[in-house]
């Protein structure tokens, strides 16, 4: 009877223990992924006004989302990512030419056409980029020169925003590229941000080779 006495005191004792000891939790994990090395091709076409080069594990398609009237839109592409569910939307726009864009007015919406200029481009890539403020937890913009002699802005958006990634690239005088990053997926920077990481030397290495004709 003493002994069970004693048993039963040891175990209050280290119940009491166990209940005023640290609780470190471990951190939440996600999927390793295993990264292809960097490697580019040219994207090159008779008809395009631009090329440049794009990682050999990515595909070009065509945007199908503009309006058949756009002058522009044949131009604009978009770069897949398979591995990754993620996409780059290029959208090329000619300074000087123009540009259509819906309009609402009392009566619904209508088709406005509207001259582009380097100001109205370049106003219209911030204004997209911060569209994602609700989400975003920080907007960081770097300008660059690239070593073709482009000039433009690179976009890192942290927070769970749509995109993470955006740019635009312009010699001011006749071409206007734009770029953005989106993943097919709920966003989340935790564990996008491994990707993003690897994805932004793809975006820096297109902007860096990038050229007009």
Not at 32 to 50: A, G, L, V
Not at 107 to 114: E, F, H, L, P, R
Not at 168 to 195: C, M, Q, W
Request: net charge neutral; proline share 5%.
């Amino acid at each position: 009877m003493k002994q069970t006495g004693v048993i039963l005191l040891v175990a209050w004792i280290l119940l009491l223990l166990s209940c005023n000891s640290d609780y470190t939790p471990r951190p939440r994990g996600y999927f390793s992924i295993d990264f292809p090395e960097h490697r580019y091709q040219t994207f090159e076409k008779d008809n395009y006004p631009y090329n440049f080069e794009y990682p050999v594990y990515s595909h070009i398609v065509k945007d199908s989302s503009l309006f058949d009237d756009n002058p522009d839109s044949p131009y604009w592409i978009n770069v897949d990512f398979p591995a990754f569910n993620a996409r780059m939307y290029l959208s090329y726009k000619t300074i000087g030419g123009r540009s259509v864009y819906k309009v609402k007015t009392e009566k619904g919406y209508k088709d406005s056409s509207v001259v582009n200029t380097f100001e109205n481009l370049r106003e219209e890539a911030y204004k997209i980029t911060y569209k994602h403020t609700s989400r975003a937890s920080s907007i960081q913009d770097s300008a660059f020169r690239t070593p073709t002699g482009l000039e433009g802005v690179f976009f890192s958006i942290g927070g769970n925003a749509a995109t993470g990634k955006q740019f635009y690239a312009t010699d001011s005088i006749k071409h206007f590229l734009r770029g953005a990053l989106y993943f097919n997926s709920t966003p989340n920077e935790d564990s996008l941000n491994i990707v993003y990481n690897f994805l932004e030397k793809d975006m820096l290495h297109l902007v860096n080779t990038l050229k007009w004709k």
